[in-house]
């Protein structure tokens, strides 16, 4: 049984890092970086997140112990380097991306639950695992992050919730592999909800009182008005 | 006594964390983040310079190991969302970095020390404790990081007097609570010197033939003059 | 032997962090730093690399443990920082900067490959030990790490030859030090020309359209072009 979910797991890691891989390609390729730095950021972004895990756990990061974590961004890399990015590739990157923020967010508290954090810290793993091959990807784009800002749809709440419910079902002794399934199914059904409908969180006050102030400014009467109040 | 010890540093350390933290949280709502993108920024500022001493020291780091250290960037970062920021705050949480940075250059030298570090390193690493958080922070708000430019206050030097003086007092054979303190009392008393009379280290001699190039293209008399030299 | 060797590799280690600290010490004051700033971004050139490295190994990191390797940095840093950089201060450097790139990559292979890891890992690790500081300097500093640009000369395929030619060697059961010598001779040999003939990987296929396109408009006869198709 072990055998046989080692068997079904390991393909579904390689799948997830290359859906992570192809993100990071592509952010490179737009940013006019030559190959290897698509191929640098297409191993940060399919691999950064859980190198970042192992490293916090004391375990040999799996992304330089196994080859296949380190041929399958390459592969990412080498199809975006060399195919044209369209439209179809780059909305099919997203969804795929979306199914590994799922899993990963779950493989991620997993995993640290397995090497004896408590809950918290797991769920902060998790979601680690699941965003921090994108936050590498950015700071090597010379990028704000695009999880980190308000312009951009719900991307760590996902993760969040996917690694709340694994640890939620591991505290409550529920966690199989029919409960890690739905964990990364939820997570995956947020962000593909926050990607078709634009969810966001609120904005924070500060941005709430400039946006005000610059309206308030833009409707008063026979006065000059800035449109920039920061 | 060693229990009393722990009871006082361990809510220390937590202010420490939770100061650092809305000093990240701040910078976060700045830059119009999204709540995760601050309370991600919080806990890179509260615990990023204590995760990476930890990591270089081969420890499990804190930042994952106690809930605590978890939760209280989460609570920064909820205060600094929702409240709008004022310039009491700003300035409350600048004095309350002052401090933290005074501590954690001292405890993270300390902590260095104690598990078998060389005094030069064991320095790097009280200095690393206090100021990386600030680094990762800069470089996740896509900003130079403020602790490295020429037109910011000191605020390395600070750390490094803390660490160094923490270091010199153990080689000399004296570093108990006392000693301790003091040598964070002076990290602190330097920084807070640096932010009301504007210190700075001399620029560099780049720099300072850049500024006098320009300065005589100014005064030139009756010729074009190019305001930059770079 | 074995100590002669060390007696030898000792002072060509730190010969290449002095030059990679050098690099990253330029870059920090071209940006303004302060001191402490030159400082970190030195340390981060030199040992970043190595530090990576270290980690992912489990090691002790040498950057931490050896005395010398806190120091040399700081010897670079005050040079640039003090004396104004020359022509043939930046030329010096980047030849010097070519010879560690090459050294380091081979070094940082065969450790990786002294410790456990397969080739192919060991190679990444080879690489990251030779551009990891790079990549550092570059984040602190807020620019696109050089390594990753288009518009730079090649410099992680020098590595990647040095590391890849070291990992072949080892996996044929020739790797001593005569092999690891024209390993890093190769690599610094590949750099050089790379330098002075200008060479770069192609471009991505989606850069090569635009290129296409911008071309097109600009010889398209009676119509206004644009020059921008981004």
Same mark, same amino acid.
């Given at each position: 049984?072990?055998?046989?979910?080692?068997?079904?797991?390991?393909?579904?890691?390689?799948?997830?890092?290359?859906?992570?891989?192809?993100?990071?390609? $592509?952010?490179?390729?737009?940013?006019?970086?030559?190959?290897?730095?698509?191929? $640098?950021?297409?191993?940060?972004?399919?691999?950064?997140?859980?190198?970042?895990?192992?490293?916090?756990?004391?375990?040999?990061?799996?992304?330089?112990?196994?080859?296949?974590?380190?041929?399958?961004?390459?592969?990412?890399?080498? *199809?975006?380097?060399?195919?044209?990015?369209?439209?179809?590739?780059?909305?099919?990157?997203?969804?795929?991306?979306?199914?590994?923020?799922?899993?990963?967010?779950?493989?991620?508290?997993?995993?640290? $639950?397995?090497?004896?954090?408590?809950?918290?810290?797991?769920?902060?793993?998790?979601?680690?695992?699941?965003?921090?091959?994108?936050?590498?990807?950015?700071?090597?784009?010379?990028?704000?992050?695009?999880?980190?800002?308000?312009?951009?749809?719900?991307?760590?709440?996902?993760?969040?919730?996917?690694?709340?419910?694994?640890?939620?079902?591991?505290?409550?002794?529920?966690?199989? *592999?029919?409960?890690?399934?739905?964990?990364?199914?939820?997570?995956?059904?947020?962000?593909?909800?926050?990607?078709?409908?634009?969810?966001?969180?609120?904005?924070?006050?500060?941005?709430?009182?400039?946006?005000?102030?610059?309206?308030?400014?833009?409707?008063?009467?026979?006065?000059?008005?800035?449109?920039?109040?920061?």
């Amino acid at each position: 049984m072990n055998s046989l979910l080692t068997a079904v797991l390991y393909p579904l890691d390689l799948a997830g890092i290359f859906a992570f891989a192809l993100s990071g390609a $592509l952010l490179a390729v737009r940013k006019d970086f030559d190959f290897f730095g698509t191929l $640098l950021l297409a191993e940060a972004a399919g691999t950064g997140g859980g190198l970042f895990r192992d490293l916090v756990l004391s375990l040999p990061p799996v992304a330089f112990t196994d080859t296949g974590y380190c041929l399958v961004p390459l592969v990412a890399a080498v *199809v975006v380097f060399v195919v044209r990015p369209t439209r179809h590739l780059i909305s099919a990157t997203t969804l795929c991306d979306a199914g590994a923020l799922g899993m990963f967010s779950v493989t991620g508290t997993v995993k640290a $639950l397995e090497h004896g954090s408590s809950p918290l810290p797991a769920v902060a793993l998790g979601v680690t695992t699941a965003v921090g091959g994108g936050l590498a990807c950015g700071v090597l784009a010379g990028e704000i992050p695009a999880v980190l800002r308000w312009d951009q749809d719900l991307y760590v709440l996902p993760a969040l919730v996917g690694a709340g419910a694994t640890a939620a079902l591991d505290a409550a002794g529920r966690l199989d *592999v029919a409960g890690a399934v739905c964990a990364a199914a939820l997570a995956l059904a947020l962000r593909i909800c926050a990607l078709l409908r634009g969810w966001r969180t609120p904005r924070s006050a500060l941005w709430k009182r400039y946006a005000q102030t610059a309206e308030a400014r833009s409707t008063a009467p026979g006065h000059w008005t800035s449109t920039s109040s920061h």
